[in-house]
């Protein structure tokens, strides 16, 4: 990323993307360094969750794909920004409703556009187009992910249904299709925006990802359905199962044994064949 964005920061599209890159190093590491409070981490603590958060989606997006040292190493404003954000959740006791407000929808921001730069990089790379969606979902959510995975915590895009890796992807293809077409700048310029406004329309309108109770119609059709069927269907015993060669059961250790038990002296292939005959019903 550092090689993408900063070596033209002096275009506007390059200016505006170096700017909201470091804008989301800085409240992914915000965010770590709140996490690191909750956490009651030492001030060590904080600065390794703040520079994971902000920094490891791209870090291991730049490994995969073969951008080696990564963009965020080469840099210095990278871990500089991420131990800024660190400090100041160390040292200020942010919270309350107005935060969490301003923390969600910065997060859309920065969902969107680090997708965006994540699928850009990938595609400069000649990544396939479903990897550089991987990348782009990679680098906007990478962070969150191994940072809650450090505390011992299951990811909150996997259970709490908030759309974050959908409005990833929708940003990712956007940007993918105005390459396609040769409009780079302009694909840079606003194919962040329909990931930003599908992940506050998500907020604002309550949609979530649905979970497997959205099968539960299904289950409960297939359960009736059975439970009809079985109530109007004759028990079968063993012995109707046996009128039926192709309705035949296995026969227990202990009617085998009894058959051959039956038979007097030493059994011939003939009266072996005849016993397992008679223990499976075909006589």
Not at 53 to 77: K, V
Not at 207 to 226: I, M, Q
Request: hydrophobic share 50%; charged share 15%.
């Amino acid at each position: 990323m550092a090689r993408m964005y900063f070596d033209n920061v002096l275009t506007p599209v390059g200016f505006s993307f170096a700017v909201m890159d470091l804008i989301g190093v800085f409240l992914n590491a915000l965010m770590g360094g709140l996490v690191a409070r909750r956490m009651r981490f030492d001030a060590v603590g904080f600065m390794v969750i703040s520079i994971i958060s902000g920094m490891a989606g791209g870090m291991i997006r730049d490994a995969l794909i073969g951008s080696t040292p990564a963009g965020a190493l080469q840099n210095p404003w990278y871990i500089g920004t991420a131990l800024v954000g660190s400090l100041v959740a160390f040292v200020l006791p942010i919270g309350g409703e107005a935060w969490e407000l301003f923390r969600f929808h910065g997060d859309m921001v920065i969902v969107g556009v680090w997708a965006v730069t994540g699928t850009v990089t990938a595609l400069r790379a000649d990544v396939t187009w479903f990897g550089c969606i991987l990348m782009g979902v990679l680098t906007a959510t990478g962070g969150m992910v191994i940072r809650e995975m450090m505390i011992g915590q299951i990811p909150n895009i996997l259970v709490d249904r908030q759309l974050y890796v959908v409005p990833a992807i929708v940003a990712s293809i956007s940007v993918q299709l105005f390459y396609d077409l040769g409009w780079q700048s302009v694909g840079l310029a606003v194919s962040a925006l329909p990931g930003i406004a599908l992940g506050v329309a998500a907020y604002w309108l309550d949609w979530s990802v649905p979970g497997v109770e959205a099968l539960a119609p299904v289950d409960s059709y297939f359960t009736r359905v059975k439970d009809r069927v079985g109530d109007k269907l004759p028990p079968v015993s063993y012995r109707q199962r046996t009128a039926n060669p192709t309705l035949i059961s296995a026969p227990t250790r202990k009617d085998v044994r009894d058959e051959f038990a039956a038979i007097d002296g030493d059994i011939t292939h003939e009266e072996f064949i005849a016993a397992l005959y008679r223990a499976y019903g075909l006589k």
